[in-house]
Structures are given as C-alpha cells and as structure tokens.
C-alpha cells in the first residue's frame, strides 16, 4: 500500500509558508493559504483529520485574539467601536444581498447567504497580522481585535436569526458554555498560576486550555451552534489571568508558539485548499465583481468612522477590518449543506472569501503600516 502523502506535503507547506514569510516580511497565514490553494488545485484533497486540525486551530486563534484584547480599552473606545464594527458588518451584508439577489440573480436564501459571508471580519487573520508584527499589545491592534469581534458578533447573530432553527440541544450549549465560563472566570487564574505546574515540561496549564476549547467544539456541534464565540470569550476571561504575572504570560506564549508552529497553520491550508480554481475561473467576472462589492462595502462602512475616531492609522484599520474568511467559511459550509447554495455559487462566495483574507492583509502591511508612535500604551 502506497504510504498517505498528506502529511508529508502538509509539513512542507507549513515549513516552505514559514520561510517564504519570514523573506518577504508578510503575515504567514498568506503564504499558508496560497500554497494550500496551489495545493489543493494539484490534487492533493483535505483528510478528515486535516479539516477537524483545520477546525480546531480556528478555535485557537479566536481564543488567542480574545486573550490580547484590553477589557479597559474596550470599555473606553466601546462608542467608537460599536459604530465602527456595526457599519463594518451592515453595509457588506446590504450590498452582498443586494448584489447577488439582482445581479446574477440568486434564490433569496442564497443571497442572505452571500450578505452574511462577506458582511464577517476574519478575527484569524486580523490576529495572525498583529501577532506576527508584534502589533497586538498595540493601542491600533487592541482596538482592531476589539472591533473584528464585535463585527462578527454581529455576523453570528444574523446567521443564527435568519437561518439556524434553536431546539433544546442549542439551550443545552448556550447553558452549559456559560457554566464553562463562570468556571474559567472562578478557576482558571488559580491552575495557569499554581507555583506547583510552573516550569513542568508536560504543560498541564495548556493541556486545561486545550480541554475547555475542545469541549466547547463539543458543546456546539451538539446544540447545532458556532464555539468561535464562546472561545473568544473563554480568551477575554483568561486575559486577565494572564496579565496578573509573569508566570502566567509565559503560559500564553508558550500556548501561542505551540499553536503557531503545527495547529493553526491547518486552519489556513485548509482553507485554501477549499478553492476550485477552474470554478472561479468559470465564474471570474461574478468573482471579481462580489470581492469589489465586499471591499468597496467595507471601506465605505469603515474607513470615514476609523478616519474619524483614528485618523493615523485609518488606511490600516479599514484594510484589516476588510479582511474576512472564519465565520464567512462558516456561513458558506452552512449554506452548501442545506442547499442554500449550488457549488459554483459555494466556489465563488469561498473564492472571495479567500481573496479577502490575502489582498486586503498583504496592502496593510505593505503600504499603510501604522504609526508608531499610537503603539503599546
């Protein structure tokens, strides 16, 4: 039997998005969606542990990005970015419905499903960018974790309204996440900082982490639910926790280094491997004409807001917040799998999605990196 060559191309992919990141100066989750894209137009299908690896790294990165934002700073830009995330969520959902339901002629159904993809701001590659840059513990990359999170707050909740039918299973998540929660929020300060696991090479304290984020995984998917949520706010409860000393940072980049160096790195390659290129290229004008739709919605719900309340770094703001890919994937998948949408309809929307997360993130560092001098406060 020929040995499984999956594996072995996934590492090569993970090692080769490194280096390439590391030469060109550009976030690693590009890299890691572009050669996952190459990859899966050569042939290579993703595995089923693949795409559970691929779900799971979405879940650390969304517990990650809700770890670095400042609930005080939250608390007082809360005006600002309330404005900022709610236009940055309703004018792409308008003109993606709008667009989609008049112009190629969608199934209103479909066209919701549009709306909602492209109305996301993709809190991975938002978080991915900063981290790497070393902008997260920035006041401009606080806020802008802060925005993405309400802006798909938002995008979950009308997924959730429009479409997804709640039964006693989803009270059953909805409950018992909170009771998960009020744990992490009671416990979680007294096991990440016990003296007695400090320093121990078996890290129970990321073990703990990892526990919670997989039960959480569980909880959703038996109450037909999404645990991006309630994991950034598992992260906003240990950010805290992990602010209190330096034993407990420690924990947190040792969590971040483990989930950069093998397990997020399947939430990117996975994603690009879900694009058909022949699909898109079938359908290039509708492609091309719904990522103009997503970006000039973006930028006209965020950038006069950012220019207003952030006028250094606006150009910066509005490119990161036009990012997308997480919960957009998410209401695609949702989509295909009630029948909502076709699978040229599914290759578009994910094309765009995906494209999303490329363009917008490699022009923010490319040509409007951020003041400086609005950095860590």
Known sequence: ???????????????????????????VAIFEILLGLAAGNLGLRAQDWMVYMAGFGGIVLTFLAGAEVDGKLLKANLRQAGLISFSSFFAPLAAGFLFCRYIPGWSAPASAIGGIALSETSLAVVYSVLTETGRAGSKTGKLLMA???LTNTLTALALSAVFLRPGLYTLVFLAVSG?????????????????ALAG?????????IFFMLL?????????????????????????????????????????RTVAYAFITPFFFIVAGMKVSLPALWAAAGLFAALFLVKQGAKFAGVYFLARKFYPRNSGYFTLLMSTGLTFGLMAAL??????????????VLTG??????VIPAFAAQRWFPPVEDEDII
Request: aromatic share 12%; net charge positive.
């Open 1 to 27: 039997m020929e040995p499984d060559k999956a594996p072995l191309i996934a590492g090569l992919i993970i090692f080769a998005a490194s280096v390439l990141s590391l030469r060109l100066g550009l976030s």
């Open 147 to 149: 925005c993405t999170f």
């Open 179 to 195: 009771v998960f929660l009020a744990f992490a929020w009671r416990f979680s300060g007294r096991i990440i900082g016990h003296p």
């Open 200 to 208: 121990k090479v078996i890290e129970p304290e990321i073990k703990y």
């Open 215 to 255: 039960a959480f995984i569980y909880l959703a998917e038996l109450g037909a639910g999404q645990a991006m949520l309630p994991a950034f706010l598992f992260g906003l409860l240990m950010s805290g926790h992990f602010r209190s000393g330096s034993a407990e940072a420690a924990v947190k980049n040792r969590l």
């Open 334 to 347: 949702f989509g295909l799998n009630s029948g909502f949408l076709d699978a040229g309809q599914y290759s």
């Open 352 to 357: 765009v999605l995906i494209a999303s997360a």
